[in-house]
Structures are given as C-alpha cells and as structure tokens.
C-alpha cells in the first residue's frame, strides 16, 4: 500500500511513460523539493507593537483550498495557499514551501498533508518527505480533510471512506459511509471513535459514530455540514444553520436556530459553547440558554483562546474580545482581504489570521 518517494529520474520516466502534460509532470516533480526561506512580504519593528498591531504578513497566494491552516509546537504556521503548502516560521519568513494541501499534525509533531493526484504524504521537519500512501479518490473528488487522533493516527476522510492510517504510513482501519458523501474532517473522540457529518443528493444529512472497529454504533439525522466538535465526555456539538448539542449516545439533547450560516461550535472546559454564525458571535451555556452575542461589521471566523480566556475571532477586521463579550480592540486587515478560517493562536499569544490571500501576525495584549 505504501510506496517511498523515488529520485527526480523516476519521476520523469513515470511522466513520459503515462503520458502527462508538460504542467502535470512539472507538478510532480515541484511538490517533491521543498523552496527556499524567503522573508515575510511586510515586517514590523516588534519593539513597536501594540496590542492589536500587525507584527508581519506573507502573501501565500489566493486561497483555493478549504483546509484550515495549522500551529506546529514551535509556532510555525503551516497554511495552504495557492498550490502550496507553506511554513512559516514565528518571525514570518516561510522556511520552505511544497506543492501540497492541507495539514494534520499529531500530537508528537508529525506533519501530514495531501499531494495531488492521489496521495496522503508525511513531512519531515523540513518539508521532504518521509512517505507517501496512495488512495482510491482523485484530487478533486470531494475532500474531507485530515484529523490526528491521540494515539498518533492520521484519520482521513476522502469521498465516501475513512481512512486510519499510522505514523510508518501502514493503514490500520479503513470505514466506508457508502452510498453518502464525508461533509467534513473525521473528528477523533473518546475511545478512537470518529465523528463525521454526511450527506447524500436526498438532503439525509446525519452525525455518525463510528468504533475503531469500522462499525457504525449509531447515526442521527441533522442538518449539518460542519465537523463537530467533540468534548472530553464523548458529548458534540455540530452546526449549519442551527446548533445542536448531541449526547454520546447520539441523542439530540438540544438544539437552536442561528441567523446566518455558522462555522464548528467551540465547547469550552466549563461547558460554554461558542459559535459565529454569519457576522454574529453567539455564546450558550450547556443548557442551551444563549449567554450573548457579538455582532462583528462582516462575516466572521472563530473563536479561539487566549491564555488569559481573550476571544479572537476575525472577518474583514480582526477582533479581541472580553470572556462576556465586550471588545477589547479590533484591527482592519488589508482591502477585501477577509480572514477564510478560524484564526490561531501562537504560544506567546500571537494571533495568526489567514485571510483570502495573506496570512497575518498580530501582536496579542
């Protein structure tokens, strides 16, 4: 099932052979050599950053990918740009950049990505490759995502099939939704049992449990294309236009009509669930009462946590905000530049945004 990465001679001769286009066969032979650092296109003096203040911002090229960015233990920013996938390091040079998409990273620091046509590839520190798994869907079949799982697997959700597949690139478990469609990321949950939202052309869209045996324990049907979020205690939270709260056996405890399309509701340990919903940021208690709203000038992505419980959520601005919702400070980003997904936040604090083009450093409290 694995195969290791060959020299640049095999590559040619595979292209020759399959006959591919010039574009095609410099695609592959791009995605395996990983470029050179390369400053940030705007820095700051950091000794003049205030809070809210960018600190620096690199053009990654125009957003064509629906894979979040992700924050390595060093606070290298991993983002998909245009054909690439970049990392960028705390001070805002790119350390190197390969034709791939997307980014799962394990909790041991492993690097995942995807590389057109057909593959599921592991990164080394340094962008080169470590390995390569081919898959059964092309790369314009419908993409779920990645997702690490706590006990270093890399669940993959590709079409109608999840995919478990270990650190040596050895394929553990394989489950199949057929005849609907993966809506978004396999989620990990208590036990290694995986979460997803499906949907077929008759409008079942429904929330599936499934063991790391590959069986369904149970689905309920909602109307969802978010990946849920999952809590210590197996419970989740999952939304479209509504938000539902669904308990660990896979009732429907509550749930609550949103004015506006809503991004993945966030639980916090306290069991304050906070969810944007077109230019709204809503928080409810676990019973489902509504706490209170923030209402941003845009469509918003977010929250994410400071250390000190600071919410960050972002859209055509950026914002801060109190744990009752009051704003602490909001900055402009660049024009109709808007943030894509929910922003980051680095361990000195450091709010990263990745918007439609760039990706932003803001400085934190």
Same mark, same amino acid.
Request: aromatic residues 8%; neutral net charge; proline residues 5%.
């Given at each position: 099932?694995?195969?290791?990465?060959?020299?640049?001679?095999? $590559?040619?001769?595979?292209? %020759?052979? +399959? /006959?591919?286009?010039?574009?095609?066969?410099?695609?592959?032979?791009?995605?395996?050599?990983?470029?050179?650092?390369? +400053?940030?296109?705007?820095?700051?003096?950091?000794? %003049?950053? =205030?809070?809210? +203040?960018?600190?620096?911002?690199?053009?990654?090229?125009?957003?064509?990918?629906?894979?979040?960015?992700?924050?390595?233990?060093?606070?290298?920013?991993?983002?998909?740009?245009?054909?690439?996938?970049?990392?960028?390091?705390?001070?805002?040079?790119?350390?190197?950049?390969?034709?791939?998409? /997307?980014?799962?990273?394990? =909790?041991?620091? !492993?690097?995942?990505?995807?590389?057109?046509?057909?593959?599921?590839?592991?990164?080394?520190?340094?962008?080169?490759?470590?390995?390569?798994?081919?898959?059964?869907?092309?790369?314009?079949?419908?993409?779920?995502?990645?997702?690490?799982?706590?006990?270093?697997?890399?669940?993959?959700?590709?079409?109608?099939?999840?995919?478990?597949?270990?650190?040596?690139?050895?394929?553990?478990?394989?489950?199949?939704?057929?005849?609907?469609?993966?809506?978004?990321?396999?989620?990990?949950?208590?036990?290694?049992?995986?979460? $997803?939202?499906?949907?077929?052309?008759?409008?079942?869209?429904?929330? !599936?449990?499934?063991?790391?045996?590959?069986?369904?324990?149970?689905?309920?049907?909602?109307?969802?294309? =978010?990946?849920?979020?999952?809590?210590?205690?197996?419970?989740?939270?999952?939304?479209?236009?509504?938000?539902? !709260?669904?308990?660990?056996?896979? !009732?429907?405890?509550?749930?609550?009509?949103?004015?506006?399309?809503?991004?993945?509701? $966030?639980?916090?340990?306290?069991?304050?669930?906070?969810?944007?919903?077109?230019?709204?940021?809503?928080?409810?208690?676990?019973?489902?009462?509504?706490?209170?709203?923030?209402?941003?000038?845009?469509?918003?992505?977010?929250?994410?946590?400071?250390?000190?419980?600071?919410?960050?959520?972002?859209?055509?601005?950026?914002?801060?905000?109190?744990?009752?919702?009051?704003?602490?400070?909001?900055? +402009?980003?660049?024009?109709?530049?808007?943030?894509?997904?929910?922003?980051?936040?680095?361990?000195?604090?450091?709010?990263?945004?990745?918007?439609?083009?760039?990706?932003?450093?803001?400085?934190?409290?």
């Amino acid at each position: 099932m694995r195969r290791r990465t060959g020299g640049i001679a095999i $590559v040619l001769a595979f292209g %020759l052979v +399959a /006959g591919l286009s010039l574009r095609q066969l410099w695609y592959l032979l791009d995605s395996r050599v990983p470029s050179r650092e390369t +400053a940030p296109s705007f820095a700051a003096d950091e000794r %003049l950053a =205030r809070p809210g +203040a960018i600190k620096w911002r690199v053009d990654v090229g125009l957003w064509a990918d629906q894979t979040p960015p992700g924050l390595g233990a060093d606070d290298t920013v991993y983002v998909s740009g245009e054909r690439y996938l970049h990392a960028i390091a705390k001070d805002g040079r790119v350390r190197w950049k390969v034709n791939a998409s /997307g980014i799962a990273i394990s =909790r041991d620091g !492993r690097l995942y990505t995807r590389r057109w046509p057909k593959a599921l590839v592991a990164l080394n520190d340094d962008g080169s490759e470590r390995w390569e798994v081919p898959t059964d869907i092309g790369w314009d079949s419908s993409l779920g995502g990645l997702a690490a799982d706590d006990d270093g697997t890399i669940l993959v959700a590709l079409g109608s099939r999840i995919y478990r597949i270990d650190a040596e690139g050895a394929v553990r478990l394989t489950a199949d939704v057929r005849p609907h469609m993966v809506s978004g990321p396999a989620m990990p949950g208590p036990e290694h049992t995986i979460y $997803v939202t499906t949907m077929d052309r008759g409008g079942d869209d429904r929330v !599936r449990a499934i063991g790391s045996d590959g069986r369904e324990r149970w689905n309920v049907r909602a109307h969802v294309i =978010r990946p849920p979020a999952v809590t210590f205690d197996g419970t989740f939270y999952t939304a479209w236009t509504e938000l539902f !709260r669904i308990s660990p056996a896979g !009732r429907i405890d509550w749930h609550r009509d949103l004015r506006g399309v809503a991004e993945t509701p $966030v639980a916090r340990d306290d069991g304050t669930v906070f969810i944007a919903a077109g230019s709204d940021l809503l928080a409810f208690d676990a019973g489902g009462r509504l706490l209170w709203t923030f209402g941003a000038a845009s469509t918003i992505h977010g929250p994410a946590f400071g250390a000190d419980g600071t919410i960050f959520i972002a859209g055509e601005s950026a914002y801060a905000l109190e744990p009752t919702g009051r704003e602490r400070w909001q900055v +402009a980003l660049s024009d109709r530049d808007d943030a894509q997904f929910p922003p980051l936040v680095a361990s000195d604090g450091t709010l990263i945004v990745q918007t439609s083009r760039n990706v932003y450093a803001i400085a934190p409290r």
